[in-house]
C-alpha cells in the first residue's frame, strides 16, 4: 500500500494495523478465490481415455487396390458426467497395405487439426485449412506443407482374420514428433 | 520504484484515487457499527468470484443443469467447497441485509439529505433476494424445482398482467429449458449488472454525504485507513469463517452423514410429486404467511400486504421528518423484523412436528442418495438426464408402486414398503423376501401357514395348501423334514435371487436332490403343482420358475391365468391384462420384490412370525 502518501504514522499501533488490515482483508479475499481456482484448475488432473483397441470395420469393406475410405470410429464417450455408449468419436482412414495387411490413419491433419479429405484425382490426402497435402502412406508429399509431419498412423490389428481393430489416439497438432494427447 | 509510481500516477491519477478511496474521515473515529456495508461488499464479491467459477461448470438445461451441479458437488477437486461457499454466502448475506438496515435505521442514517441512498439500498436489498430465488432453482433438484414452483405461481396472481408475466419468466407454460436459461441469465446477468450500477450509486452517494456518526462522538476524527478498515477486515473474516462453519458443519460437528457444502437434492421430476417441498429458510416467512390467506385472498398475503409493508419502508425516509417519525420507523422496523422471526419459527416449528413433512424429508434424502449411487455406477448418467435413472430404478420405485397398488392387501416387512402401515388390515402375504428359503420355510411352517404373513387373510386359509401344511408337514418324521428342506432350498433356487446367488451355486448338488424330491409323490408336492413338466391335471400355482422374474411379472400381470390360481384367484386384480400397470412398471416392481437392483443388496429375510 501506500504509505508513503498517507498521513505518518510512526507508532508501532499504527503499522500493526495496517499490517492485519492487509493480511487479513487478503486472506478473507483469497479462500473463495482458491475455492475456485481449484474447480478450475480440475480438467488438469484429467486425462485422456483412449489407447483402447476399437473394432472399426471388416477387410472385405476396403477396396483391393490400396484406395483409402473412411470410416468412423463408435465406441463408449465419457463427457463430464454424460456417459454415452456407442457414439462416433472421431473418424480413421483404413487402406489395404498387400492382401489383408490394413494401414489406418487419423483424420486429423496434424498441422492444426482440421479433418483431411482423400482426393482421389491427386491421389492424395490434402487439408481444406491450410492446404498440407499428404501422400497415400500418410507423408507429407509436398514441401510447402504447414504440417510439420505426416499423417498420424494407428496402431492396427486384425483379429479373426477380417475383423479391423484399430488403436484410437489423438496426437498434439504442431510439432514434428506424434505426442499422444494424454 | 518511486519512478515507476510517478509514471504510472501521471497517466492514471491512481494516487489520488487511492487516496479519496482510503482516507475519507470519518468523524468520531472508527467503530464496529460501521461495519455492515463493507461485509455486505464483500459477500457481493464473494459471490461474484465464486458464481464465475461455478458458471464455467454449469450447464442451463433441463438435462444438464443437476447433471452438471452434481459433477460440479462430487467429481470435481474442491466443487463442493465452491458450492458450499456460495450456497451459504447467500444465507449470510440476507443476514446481513438486514443487519445493515437496522444499523442505518437506528443512526438515523436514512433521514435526509440521505433519502435517495436509502431508496437505492432498498432497491439493492430486492435485487439480492431476486438473486437469491432465482439461484434457488438453478440446481434443478427437486427442493428448488417444487419451491420455485410456488414463487412463480404466485407470479402468476398479479392482477392482469400475471400470467403473461409468468410465461415470460418461465419462458413458456411450464417448466423447462427456457426457464433455466432465463434464471440463468438473471442470475448470472441481468441482476448482478444492476446490483453493480446501484451499489457504484450507493458507494457515491455515501461518500457524498459521508458517513452518520453516531453521536455523541467518543474519539477524534479517523481516516477510513487503517483503523476502519482493520475493523471491516475483521469483519469480513468472521463473515467468512461464519460461511466456512456452514459448509463444513457436518465434519466439525461429526454429524454423520452429512454431505459437506451446500445440499443437493434428487433431480427433478414434473411426475415426482415433492411433499418437503419449501422455500430457502430466509423467504419461510413469506411461505408461512400464505398460510393465513385462504382461498383467493392469496393475492393479500402474497402481494398486497407484502406489497404495502415495502410501500411504507420506502416511506421512512419522509415519515422520519415527522415529530416521533424516527421512532415510528425503528419501532416498525423491529416489529416487522420480530413477526418475520415468530414466522420463520413457526413454520420450523409445524414443520418439526409434522410427521408427514418429516417423512417426505427423509425420503428426499434416500432419493439423493440414491440418484448420486446410480450416477457414480458404471453405466452412469445417460443423455436424457439423471431424473432417468431414478425413474427405472427398482429400490426407488418399487417401494412406491407397492404402496400404491399392493399394500391394501400385502405387506412388505410389516409396512406398506414405505414405512408406514396402511390402514387397511394386512389381508394377503407379506413378500418381503418372497420366493427366498426363509420365506419359502415360513410357509411350509404349521405354526406359520395360516398367519396372515402368508395364506391367513386370503380365502386360501383353508385351502388344500394350508391343510397340507398342518397336516401333512406336522407328522413328518425326521427324514421327510430333511427331504422337505431340499424342496425347499430348490424351489427358492427357481428365483435366482441375488441375495442367494453364492448359497445357491455352493449347494447345487442339493438343490438338484431337492428338485428330484419335488416330484417324488411321497413329498407330495407334483400332485398339485406343475414343476418342469406339463401336467393338464395340475390345480395349484405352476412352480416352474418360482419368484424367477418371468413368474413374478406373470403372476402380476394376471394371477387368475391358468398357470397360477386360475378360476381359484382370490381378489387379486389382473394388473397387467386390467392395463392397471404397463410391462415395464410391472419389471420393476418383480425387481424391487426380487432385490434386483445396482449396488448393495438388502438381506432378503423373510418377515417376522
Known amino acids: 500500500m501506500e504509505q508513503d502518501e498517507l498521513p505518518p504514522q510512526p507508532d508501532r499501533r499504527g503499522f500493526l494495523t495496517r499490517f492485519f488490515s492487509v493480511v487479513l482483508g487478503a486472506v478473507a479475499g483469497l479462500v473463495p478465490v482458491g475455492a475456485g481456482l481449484a474447480v478450475f484448475l480440475d480438467p488438469l488432473r484429467r486425462h485422456a481415455g483412449g489407447g483402447d483397441f476399437i473394432r472399426v470395420a471388416s477387410v472385405n469393406a476396403l477396396p483391393d487396390d490400396g484406395t483409402p475410405r473412411k470410416f468412423p470410429v463408435i465406441t463408449n464417450l465419457v463427457d463430464a458426467w454424460n456417459k454415452l455408449p456407442n457414439v462416433p468419436v472421431g473418424a480413421v482412414y483404413l487402406r489395404r497395405i498387400g492382401g489383408d495387411k490394413v494401414q489406418a490413419f487419423t483424420v486429423v491433419c496434424p498441422h492444426a487439426g482440421c479433418p483431411v479429405d482423400y482426393k482421389p484425382a491427386l491421389n492424395s490426402y490434402l487439408c481444406p485449412c491450410h492446404n498440407s497435402t499428404f501422400a497415400m502412406d500418410g507423408k507429407v508429399n509436398n514441401p510447402k506443407s504447414p504440417s510439420a509431419r505426416g499423417l498420424d498412423e494407428l496402431e492396427v490389428e486384425i483379429r479373426d482374420g477380417k475383423e479391423i481393430w484399430i488403436k484410437f489416439q489423438n496426437f498434439r497438432a504442431g510439432p514434428a514428433q506424434k505426442i499422444p494427447l494424454a | ?609
Open chain 2, 1 to 609: 520504484m518511486n519512478a515507476l509510481k510517478n509514471w504510472l500516477d501521471q497517466r492514471t491519477g491512481y494516487k489520488q484515487l487511492l487516496r479519496e478511496a482510503l482516507l475519507e474521515n470519518i468523524p468520531g473515529g472508527s467503530r464496529w457499527r460501521y461495519i455492515w456495508g463493507s461485509t455486505l461488499v464483500f459477500t457481493l464479491t464473494v459471490q461474484f468470484i465464486t458464481g464465475m467459477f461455478l458458471w464455467m461448470s454449469y450447464s442451463p438445461s433441463s438435462t444438464t443443469a443437476w447433471e452438471s451441479v452434481y459433477y460440479i458437488q462430487h467429481e470435481m477437486s474442491g466443487g463442493w467447497l465452491l458450492r458450499g461457499i456460495h450456497h451459504y454466502t447467500a444465507s449470510v448475506m440476507n443476514v446481513l441485509l438486514v443487519l445493515h438496515l437496522m444499523q442505518v435505521m437506528i443512526d438515523g442514517a436514512y433521514k435526509a439529505p440521505r433519502e435517495m441512498n436509502f431508496w437505492i439500498g432498498l432497491l439493492l436489498m430486492q435485487l439480492v433476494l431476486g438473486l437469491s430465488l432465482t439461484g434457488y432453482l438453478l440446481p434443478w433438484d427437486q427442493k428448488g424445482y417444487w419451491a420455485t414452483k410456488v414463487a412463480t405461481n404466485i407470479l402468476g396472481i398479479v392482477p392482469f398482467i400475471g400470467p403473461s408475466l409468468q410465461k415470460l419468466v418461465l419462458g413458456g407454460t411450464d417448466y423447462g429449458h427456457h426457464t433455466l436459461t432465463r434464471f440463468f441469465a438473471l442470475h448470472a446477468g441481468v441482476l448482478p449488472a444492476l446490483i453493480v450500477m446501484l451499489l457504484g450509486f450507493h458507494i457515491f452517494l455515501f461518500r457524498r454525504h459521508g458517513i452518520t456518526a453516531k453521536q455523541p462522538r467518543r474519539a477524534p476524527d479517523q481516516k477510513f485507513w487503517p483503523d476502519q478498515v482493520l475493523k471491516d477486515a475483521v469483519a469480513c473474516l468472521a463473515v467468512l469463517a461464519a460461511v466456512l462453519f456452514l459448509t463444513l458443519r457436518p465434519w466439525i460437528l461429526g454429524t454423520g452423514g452429512g454431505e459437506l457444502g451446500a445440499e443437493l437434492g434428487a433431480p427433478a421430476d414434473a411426475a415426482e410429486a415433492y411433499a418437503a417441498a419449501r422455500p430457502e429458510w430466509y423467504f419461510l416467512f413469506l411461505f408461512q404467511f400464505l398460510k393465513y390467506f385462504p382461498g383467493e385472498s392469496e393475492i393479500w398475503g402474497a402481494i398486497i400486504i407484502p406489497g404495502l409493508i415495502m410501500g411504507v419502508i420506502f416511506l421512512m425516509p419522509i415519515l422520519g421528518g415527522w415529530r416521533l417519525g424516527h421512532r415510528f420507523n425503528v419501532g416498525l422496523l423491529f416489529a416487522l423484523t420480530a413477526g418475520i422471526a415468530m414466522l420463520t419459527w413457526l413454520a420450523m416449528q409445524q414443520d418439526r412436528r409434522d410427521p408427514d413433512y418429516r417423512a417426505a424429508v427423509e425420503e428426499a434424502a434416500r432419493d439423493a442418495a440414491r440418484v448420486k449411487l446410480l450416477a457414480q455406477s458404471p453405466a452412469g448418467i445417460p443423455p436424457a438426464g439423471a431424473a432417468s435413472l431414478l425413474r427405472a430404478d427398482p429400490l426407488t420405485q418399487g417401494p412406491k408402486l407397492f404402496a400404491r397398488n399392493c399394500a391394501s392387501c400385502h405387506r412388505y416387512d410389516g409396512h406398506d414398503g414405505l414405512g408406514k402401515v396402511p390402514t387397511d388390515p394386512q389381508s394377503a402375504a407379506d413378500l418381503k423376501g418372497f420366493a427366498s428359503r426363509e420365506w419359502l420355510a415360513g410357509l411350509l411352517d404349521p405354526a406359520r401357514v395360516s398367519t396372515t404373513n402368508y395364506f391367513g387373510g386370503t380365502k386360501f386359509a383353508s385351502g388344500k395348501m394350508v391343510k397340507f401344511v398342518k397336516k401333512d408337514i406336522a407328522a413328518y418324521t425326521p427324514d421327510q423334514r430333511e427331504k422337505l428342506r431340499k424342496v425347499i432350498l430348490a424351489l427358492s433356487a427357481e428365483a435366482g435371487l441375488k441375495a442367494q446367488w453364492t448359497a445357491d451355486e455352493k449347494e447345487a448338488p442339493l438343490i438338484k436332490e431337492g428338485q428330484a424330491l419335488f416330484k417324488d409323490d411321497g413329498v407330495g408336492c407334483i400332485e398339485c403343482h406343475r414343476f418342469h413338466n406339463n401336467d393338464e391335471d395340475a390345480t395349484g400355482p405352476d412352480l416352474t420358475g418360482y419368484g424367477s422374474r418371468d413368474w413374478l411379472i406373470s403372476i402380476i400381470t394376471n394371477p387368475a391365468h391358468a398357470r397360477f390360481y386360475g378360476k381359484r384367484n382370490d381378489r387379486m386384480p389382473a394388473f397387467g391384462d386390467e392395463q392397471i400397470l404397463n410391462p415395464p412398471t410391472i419389471g420393476l416392481l418383480a425387481d424391487w420384490l426380487r432385490g434386483e437392483w445396482y449396488g448393495p443388496q438388502e438381506t432378503a429375510a423373510a418377515p417376522a412370525p
